[in-house]
Every structure is written in structure tokens, then in C-alpha cells.
């Protein structure tokens, strides 16, 4: 069984990251979540092409190429169609999402689970804080307004940061693992070590004091050490544990193949999630173990219900659901 040790427990409280080696078995875990998105794939392709929007459903590439090709003839990265979570604002009854079973399995593997307990104790919780990132080679990829690849590295940010201030001191833990190999030149997790003994830092919305300047939310690099950032290639199977205000962020994918992850995210149960409009789960119960979800269906059913309290707000023209606590104006984001 691969979980983290004492050892590794005192480095990642340390150093603020951790990465264990094999704790996910590709065969069993990760394969079937490739094939089930093959299906969300199909459903984005059929959706395009009755709309006219593109010129063949393209059925015989294989994923990669199929997926880049309906991003370059459409101009936009259809990301929400594969998402596991519903975006802040402008959601209607037909917003897409995938909350599949093999996903689920996923969530709620035996070995990433016991990783997540040695670092945060037995009772855990599934944050809703959580995203799935298929992001292809960025010279195949067509470009914004601003001449850059629409879907780029990820801005530097920390993910208590992403979460309101009524999470501040939840205990939460962030997962990430890559379902194909992810070498350097593929676009990996680079994160800052010891960066989490800095506490919140601010995050300015599209910053462009950061080079190369890239849109989003993210801290300005001035506020932390940013060049002892250190790459963190892995291998399918491995798994990358961060503690909440450690800096990462990513490099661009300048492989010839697509870079395809989850970031999932656990804190303790009863702790606040930063996201209480989004829907999370018992993942593991030491104390109470029937209350543990493993139902793909009800864990489905709640990202619906969710989709359609949401639509309803949108349509009643009431304000959308936010977390973003700084305002525009902070004298951190001047440059």
C-alpha cells in the first residue's frame, strides 16, 4: 500500500507539497476515465456538428487529434464539456458537465484516500473544488485576442485563494495526478517550496506585471520567490499532494501530446469548503463509514440539482454565485 509516510508527512508540512509514486494503477483507475471521456468527446463532437459550428464529427481520429481539430475549426477549448464542477456564473439548465463512474472511482480510491488520511486524519471530505485540465500542445492550438494558445500555462495562484474567507481555516488539501505521463516538455505542476509559510497572498485579476503576462487571476511574482520554482514532471500513476497556500502554477505544453489531469481537492468533514454553493461529499468515514458516498449516481444527482438551483438564480436575474474576495484597485496588483 503507497501512502505518504511520516517522512513524507514532515516534508510536505515542510516543504508544502509532497509527490508519492504509484499510488493510482493506470489499468484499473486511470484507463477506464479515458475511455468513459471518450463518450463526453462523442457528445461535444454531436453537439458541434448539429449546431454547424463544425464541418465533420470526425470519428475516425483518435482522441488527441480529434479533440485539436475541433478546437482549431471552432477557435475555442470546450473545457466545461469534461469538467466535474459547474462554472461561477452564467449557468443554465444546460450547462455541460461530466460526473461520471469512473471519475468517481477515481475520488474515492482506496490508496489516494489513505495518502489523504496520513495527512489530514480519517474523516475526510470531497471538496467541490475541482477540475479535470486536458490541455493539447499549444502550437496545435488557436489563439485569443491577445495571440496566445486559448488554453496556456496556468497563472501562478495559490488554491486557498480560490476558495471564500469562510474556508480560512479549513484543513484542506489539494490532489493532483496526471492520466498520461507528464514529462517536462508536456507542461507540468511547477510549485514553489516553503511558499505556504507565507500565508494568503493577493491575487490581482489579469495582472500584467508577470511575464510572460497571461489572463486570469493570479499573484504577482514580486510578492513571492518565484524563481526557486521547481518543475514536477510525473509518471500515470502518481500522485502530487499541496498543501492549500503553496504557490504553483504551470508550464506550456510544447510536447506533441495532449496533458491530461485531475486536481482534486479534501479537507476534514465539517470544515467549511469555500464553495458551500457546490456540492461535496464523504469520501472516507473512519467513525461512520455508511455515510460514505460511492453511488455514481447520486453523486451525479447532486451536481444536477445543483445546475438547476443555479439556472434558476440566473433566470430569476439575481446575482451569481462568487468567490473572488479581492477587489479590483488592491495596491499589491499596481506595477
Known amino acids: 500500500m503507497v501512502t505518504a509516510t511520516q517522512t513524507n508527512k514532515e516534508q510536505f508540512l515542510q516543504q508544502g507539497y509532497l509527490k508519492v509514486e ?30 454547424g459550428r463544425i464541418s465533420s464529427r470526425y470519428e475516425d481520429l483518435d482522441f488527441d487529434e480529434r479533440l485539436m481539430k475541433i478546437y482549431q475549426e471552432t477557435g475555442e477549448a470546450h473545457s466545461q464539456y469534461f469538467d466535474f464542477s459547474l462554472p461561477f456564473q452564467g449557468v443554465k439548465e444546460d450547462t455541460p458537465f461530466w460526473a461520471g463512474p469512473a ?69 484542506m488539501v489539494t490532489t493532483w495526478f496526471s492520466l498520461t505521463d507528464t514529462p517536462v516538455e508536456s507542461g507540468p505542476l511547477r510549485v514553489v517550496p516553503g511558499s505556504h509559510r507565507t500565508g494568503l497572498l493577493t491575487h490581482c485579476e489579469d495582472y500584467e506585471g508577470n511575464e510572460p503576462w497571461l489572463r486570469g487571476r493570479q499573484i504577482p511574482q514580486r510578492l513571492f520567490d518565484y524563481e526557486e520554482a521547481i518543475p514536477m514532471p510525473t509518471k500515470r500513476g502518481d500522485v502530487i499532494f499541496m498543501h492549500k497556500q ?11 501530446q495532449i496533458r491530461w489531469s485531475f486536481d482534486l481537492r479534501y479537507n476534514p468533514i465539517g470544515q467549511n469548503t469555500g ?36 439556472a434558476k438564480i440566473n433566470q430569476d436575474g439575481t446575482s451569481d454565485v462568487t468567490f473572488s474576495r479581492w477587489a479590483d484597485g488592491h495596491p499589491d496588483c499596481e506595477y
Do not use: C
Not at 503553496?246 to 506533441?256: D, I, R
Not at 458551500?276 to 449516481?297: H, I, K, Q, T, Y
Open 22 to 51: 504509484g499510488v493510482l494503477d493506470p489499468e484499473t483507475v486511470l484507463d477506464p476515465i479515458i475511455q468513459e471521456y471518450h463518450g463526453v468527446l462523442d457528445d461535444l463532437a454531436n453537439d458541434l456538428f448539429a449546431s
Open 246 to 256: 503553496t504557490v504553483h502554477g504551470s508550464l506550456s505544453n510544447v510536447s506533441e
Open 103 to 171: 471519475v468517481l472511482n477515481a475520488f474515492v480510491n482506496e490508496k489516494l484516500l489513505d495518502a489523504v488520511e496520513e495527512l489530514i486524519g480519517p474523516e475526510i471530505y470531497s471538496n467541490p473544488v475541482q477540475h479535470v485540465r486536458i490541455k493539447p500542445p499549444e502550437k496545435y492550438l488557436p489563439k485569443n485576442d491577445q495571440g496566445l494558445p486559448v488554453i496556456g500555462p496556468t497563472v501562478w495562484h495559490q488554491d486557498h485563494g480560490v476558495v471564500t474567507d469562510e474556508a480560512d481555516d479549513t484543513n
Open 275 to 310: 464553495r458551500e454553493a457546490f456540492p461535496g461529499f464523504v469520501a472516507r468515514s473512519r467513525r461512520n463509514p455508511e455515510s460514505e458516498l460511492r453511488d455514481p449516481v447520486q453523486w451525479k444527482q447532486s451536481w444536477l440539482d445543483t445546475r438547476s438551483r443555479m
